[in-house]
Nanobody
Framework: QVQLVESGGGLVQPGGSLRLSCANS????????MGWFRQAPGKERDFVAA????????FYALSVKGRFIISRDGAKNTGYLQMNSLKPDDTAVYYC????????????????????WGQGTQVTVSS
C-alpha cells in the first residue's frame, strides 16, 4: 500500500525558498509518476508540477514555471518540490500524489489521474 508523507512546509517571506519532500512508504512507488498540487483557501485544488516515472520528463503550471523544480530520488523513494522566488499567491496547502499505472515515460497533470495522495503541508508566503 502506498503511503505518502509530505514535509517541508512553513512560513516564508516573499522572495524566499522552501523545499517540500514527499516520502513514499511503498517499495515500488519510486517507479510511478508523481505530481504536486496545491489548494488555497476557498479555491479548487490546482496542478503545480508533474514528473515521469524515470524523472526525465517534467511539466509545470505556467504560474510556477521557472521558479519551482520537481525532482525525485528513486533510491530514497522520495519526491521533491523546490520552490524559489515565492510569492504571496503561492500560499496554499501543497499535496503530492502518485499514480499507480503509467504509460511509457508520461507525466500527468490532472488530479483525477492520481490514485494516492499525501495529507498535505501548509506553505504560507507573507512578510
Amino acid at each position: 500500500q502506498v503511503q505518502l508523507v509530505e514535509s517541508g512546509g512553513g512560513l516564508v517571506q516573499p522572495g524566499g525558498s522552501l523545499r517540500l519532500s514527499c516520502a513514499n512508504s511503498a517499495r515500488t512507488s519510486g517507479t510511478r509518476p508523481m505530481g504536486w498540487f496545491r489548494q488555497a483557501p476557498g479555491k479548487e485544488r490546482d496542478f503545480v508540477a508533474a514528473i515521469s516515472r524515470t524523472g526525465s520528463a517534467t511539466f509545470y503550471a505556467l504560474s510556477v514555471k521557472g521558479r519551482f523544480i520537481i525532482s525525485r530520488d528513486g533510491a530514497k523513494n522520495t519526491g521533491y518540490l523546490q520552490m524559489n522566488s515565492l510569492k504571496p499567491d503561492d500560499t496554499a496547502v501543497y499535496y503530492c500524489a502518485v499514480r499507480e499505472s503509467f504509460s511509457g515515460n508520461a507525466y500527468y497533470t490532472n488530479s483525477d489521474d492520481y490514485h494516492y495522495w499525501g495529507q498535505g503541508t501548509q506553505v504560507t508566503v507573507s512578510s
